[in-house]
């Protein structure tokens, strides 16, 4: 067993340090006021190959590994989680799929400009009546010989407003259930698909979520990835490596909170003495280096996984449930030890505690995550 990271991740992590740093950290917190979606950063990591990661070179990606994946997004969701969730999504629910699923024609018209960061992708498969139970889908993409006829409503969907591309789960045979479901490219602007206004969330603000809207949209035949009928599995395998990504932004929350609230100790004193001398405070600092290592460790064995072609299901579950939680439990502490100061904007946690959050609910709560592991467990 080797822990050691390689030199190609050491400059990964270097450079997304940097960036966060210089390009995310200033209007933060003005972002997650004003909910405004940070597009000239998003352009930004679009330029340093962020936004299609592991996709092969020769289609407008970096070529790098899962694990060099996993520790660009740490470092990013560290400073601004909106923005790590912007490149997970296009990284792993967007590029993904159409690099291992999609058609040649597919990949040279959407994937090469997704991975090169020239144009934003979303992923639709919640609906209003199909967020957990995702094989209950509404939405009907009905075969009318030359195009397929789209109908129905996604809801919640990252990069909703600023994607160019969407790919949408839905019905083709909604007689076969779930085994009757395709999945789709669909641009925007095509006549019928509508984006309603901008979801007002309590966290991960300046991401931009919307509900999407399709009355009667055509989709040309040749926009479905195959295989016909597959959509369903596309987009559970799909999941299993989004799953690692929102595990890694989990994981970049919580050791953003523990960083401030490491160096807040050092410099704030109370009783005469600075915070980090009170052995409460050092006892709360122990445990949060310590279920964020824990919550590392099994993003980087689930990356590992994925790298070396085996199975990462269970593997990426686990890291999202464990790190998901670590994230809650690392901001709330972080707040409190900052104290009053923890409960203002310019402190940076509280904001942290928000985006928190989420990444308990989004790509499968941690009750979905649970049933994973419990059904593999018990198989
Ligand atoms: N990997 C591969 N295949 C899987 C799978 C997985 N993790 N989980 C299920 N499947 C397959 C099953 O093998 C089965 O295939 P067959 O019919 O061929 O046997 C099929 O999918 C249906 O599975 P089940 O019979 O287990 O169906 P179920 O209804 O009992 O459970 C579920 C399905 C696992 C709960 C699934 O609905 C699920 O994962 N729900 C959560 C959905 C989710 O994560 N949504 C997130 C939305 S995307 C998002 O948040 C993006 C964003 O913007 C940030």
């Not at 352009?43 to 899962?66: H, N, Q, R, T």
């Not at 405070?281 to 099994?298: G, H, P, S, V």
């Amino acid at each position: 067993m080797d822990f050691s990271l390689s030199e190609e991740h050491f400059a990964v992590r270097e450079t997304a340090r940097t960036f966060a740093k210089t390009e995310l950290l200033p209007g933060v917190i003005e972002r997650d006021e004003l909910q405004k979606f940070p597009k000239e950063q998003v352009a930004k990591l679009g330029e340093l190959g962020f936004l299609g990661m592991m996709v092969d070179p020769s289609y407008g990606g970096s070529g790098m590994d899962a694990v060099s994946y996993v520790i660009a997004i740490e470092e990013i969701a560290k400073i601004d989680a909106s923005a790590a969730v912007v490149m997970s999504v296009n990284n792993s629910l967007v590029c993904w799929g159409l690099e291992k699923y999609g058609t040649e024609e597919q990949k040279q018209k959407y994937l090469k400009p997704l991975a090169s960061g020239q144009k934003l992708g979303a992923f639709a498969l919640s609906e209003p009546e199909a967020g957990s139970d995702a094989t209950h889908q509404q939405t009907s993409a009905l075969d009318k010989g030359d195009h397929y006829l789209l109908n129905g409503t996604k809801n919640w969907i990252t990069n909703g407003g600023s994607s160019d591309y969407v790919i949408v789960i839905a019905h083709t045979f909604p007689e076969l259930a779930h085994k009757g479901i395709n999945a789709f490219v669909v641009e925007k602007g095509w006549d019928g698909f509508t984006i309603a206004p901008k979801e007002n969330k309590m966290g991960i603000r300046s991401s931009d979520t919307h509900q999407l809207l399709f009355n009667d949209v055509k989709i040309p035949k040749s926009n479905l990835i195959p295989p016909d009928k597959g959509g369903f599995k596309f987009a559970m395998e799909t999941l299993n490596g989004g799953r690692i990504g929102i595990a890694a932004q989990a994981l970049g929350i919580a050791a953003g909170a523990y960083e401030l609230s490491l160096q807040y100790a050092k410099e704030r004193k109370t009783f005469g003495k600075p915070l980090s001398q009170h052995q409460a405070i050092q006892f709360k600092l122990a445990d949060m280096a310590t279920q964020i290592e824990a919550a590392r460790l099994l993003c980087y064995k689930a990356a590992f996984l994925k790298d070396t072609h085996q199975d990462y299901s269970i593997a990426s579950a686990t890291a999202k449930l464990f790190a998901s939680k670590v994230a809650m439990d690392v901001t709330v502490e972080a707040v409190q030890i900052h104290g009053g100061y923890g409960y203002v904007k310019e402190f940076h946690v509280e904001r942290l505690m928000r985006d928190a959050k989420i990444t308990q609910i989004y790509e499968g709560t941690s009750e979905i995550q649970k049933m994973v592991i419990s059904r593999s467990l018990l198989k």
